[in-house]
């Protein structure tokens, strides 16, 4: 026998048999929960696995590819190993970021194309996996409004897929023939201050240069503010400007600021009336966040048969009052990843229009495909050539768990969660919340030191450049905060949080730092939030008072009293 075949017997038993082997069944499952075994081991009451440690680049830049090869066993301790110091996003003590934990059948939806690897190229290669697919997209545009015998949609590689979508359709639409020639002019985009980085990556790689990303002040309640987006489109447009796309952002990554997509829908077409446009501009919805809000659209806030309390009744309908505009947009972005508790990636494209899809095909004679049709070709017009099945299936699996009633469930509790904390931090002294009038699960807190007037100071920070240099060392103060605080978490008393650097630009264009608690996990409960509070504080006693004193010097920001 060639020697080779020893090697290959080996290997053969490394994979999962064609033909069902009870045995070797038995084994593959059980090398499973070996590996959940292990990683089982890694918890304790602490939000992170194992110990957190720093991480050494080094070592892994040294690593090479080995001669021989390892037994299924040892690369499970080996692949398990590297989820060391990972944060458990579900842990109660855990409110860092918009990272869901996946739910077991969002887990299963993406294991089981990882065995069978169904490829969403094309219906032969993914059969019924393809229906998964079209099953969530149909349901999804309903839910959100949209019609599904008329919308479209495709999963694609993340939330910066579904802008890079609106936005290619977006250059189709105001410079058709593009696809063939290329670009001649570059077209703008308009979003908010508050847009997502996306809006400019998808710019910078489809070739239209970061200049042409338009970004237009945000209110204090972080939606755009639309007077200021339609001077600016009018400015652009008497210029002779073509307007590729306007991004409208349905939940903010850092604050869950809603755009006005009903304004901006109204402002879109009486601009292209008054300037008798031979296009529409693209009006992109990025709702990777928002979206799963669009469950309370028919939601009875009279009755409130899943009984929320009276402050979540307020903030679910504050959000709903916007997100049931949703279907005034030409695209949408869905990231079932961050608000349907699946594992990564699971995003979605939608198009109000399935003939919109039609512009990205390669062959322009290529009949737009509708799922009705029968024919199942979305590779013609994706830009990815392989898709997993993992996304889709993976939120069939999350969304058939939660139904329209578990979803609301979820989204009712983090948010009442968060309405507790924004309750318990505007009752410190010391404490400001920063987007009081955003209703989503995400919270901004500023920090400060003893004796400064915290109803005051977030507004003349804002505005009075004489402030600045306080405005620097309070970002410092908040960065010093945090560092207790995660310390804390880490040791398992405290709660893991985050921090933005810069959360919005002060009037005079300082970037203005904040504290973040994003409660995602299911399993948050009040005496968590109360945690935030208790950590925070702990941090402030801390901090040494020369830095306090050296905080507070300065302008008169001391009370007067
Ligand atoms: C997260 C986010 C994105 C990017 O989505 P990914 O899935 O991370 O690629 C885009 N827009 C908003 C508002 C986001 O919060």
Not at 104 to 132: F, Q
Not at 303 to 318: H, I, K, Q, V, Y
Not at 450 to 463: A, L, N, S
Not at 477 to 500: C, K, Q
Request: some cysteine.
């Amino acid at each position: 026998m060639a020697a080779y075949r020893n090697h290959l017997e080996v290997l053969r038993r490394a994979f999962p048999q064609p033909v069902s082997d009870q045995e070797h069944d038995a084994w593959f499952v059980f090398s499973m929960l070996r590996a959940l075994d292990r990683v089982d081991g890694m918890k304790s009451q602490r939000p992170i696995l194992g110990e957190p440690a720093e991480i050494d680049f080094s070592r892994a830049a040294a690593t090479r590819l080995p001669e021989s090869g390892s037994t299924v066993e040892e690369v499970s301790r080996i692949l398990v190993e590297h989820l060391s110091g990972m944060f458990i996003w579900g842990h109660p003590r855990s409110q860092s970021n918009v990272i869901p934990p996946p739910s077991i059948p969002g887990i299963l939806g993406t294991l089981l194309p990882a065995i069978y690897n169904p490829n969403l190229c094309s219906e032969e290669a993914s059969r019924g996996v393809a229906l998964a697919e079209a099953e969530v997209i149909s349901m999804t545009a309903e839910l959100m409004g949209l019609d599904p015998a008329v919308a479209g949609g495709v999963f694609t590689f993340g939330g910066t897929g579904t802008i890079l979508y609106g936005i290619r359709i977006g250059i189709e639409k105001s410079c058709p023939g593009t696809m063939q020639q290329g670009l001649r002019e570059r077209p703008l985009i308009l979003c908010s201050d508050q847009a997502h980085y996306a809006a400019s990556t998808a710019a910078a790689w489809l070739g239209l240069g970061l200049d042409q990303v338009v970004r237009i002040p945000t209110a204090a309640n972080n939606e755009i503010r639309t007077c200021l987006l339609e001077d600016e489109l009018r400015r652009q447009l008497r210029q002779g400007r073509r307007i590729a796309a306007i991004v409208a952002t349905m939940g903010t990554t850092d604050a869950f600021g809603l755009d006005d997509l009903q304004k901006i829908r109204e402002i879109r077409d009486d601009l292209v009336h008054e300037f008798s446009l031979d296009y529409v501009p693209q009006l992109h919805a990025d709702a990777v966040i928002g979206w799963a809000w669009s469950v309370f659209s028919d939601y009875d806030f009279q009755s409130n048969p899943l009984e929320f309390p009276d402050r979540t009744l307020r903030a679910l309908a504050g959000t709903t009052r916007r997100m049931r505009h949703l279907h005034l947009a030409d695209s949408i972005g869905v990231d079932y990843h961050k608000t349907a508790f699946t594992p990564y990636v699971s995003s979605a494209f939608f198009a109000h229009d399935a003939r919109d899809l039609a512009l990205l095909a390669r062959d322009p004679g290529a009949t737009p495909y509708l799922f009705q049709s029968g024919s199942y070709n979305p590779g013609r017009f994706t830009l990815e050539t392989t898709r997993s099945g993992c996304g889709p299936m993976a939120a069939l699996g999350s969304l058939r768990l939660m139904g329209r009633i578990g979803l609301r469930t979820l989204l009712g509790h983090l948010v009442t969660m968060a309405e507790t904390l924004r309750n318990r931090l505007t009752a410190q002294p010391a404490i400001s919340v920063m987007n009081p009038d955003n209703f989503g699960p995400v919270t901004l807190f500023r920090v400060y030191p003893d004796g400064i007037d915290t109803f005051e100071m977030p507004r003349r920070e804002q505005t009075d450049p004489r402030l600045v240099h306080q405005l620097r060392q309070f970002n410092q103060y908040n960065r010093l905060v945090f560092r207790h605080v995660n310390a804390e978490a880490l040791r398992g008393d405290g709660v893991v949080i985050s921090m933005t650097d810069r959360f919005r630009d002060t009037d005079y264009g300082e970037p203005v730092a904040a504290l973040k608690s994003y409660i995602m996990s299911p399993f948050s409960d009040a005496q968590y939030v109360q945690a935030v509070v208790d950590s925070v504080e702990r941090a402030r006693r801390q901090i040494p008072p020369e830095l306090t004193d050296a905080a507070a010097d300065g302008l008169d920001i001391r009370p007067q009293n």
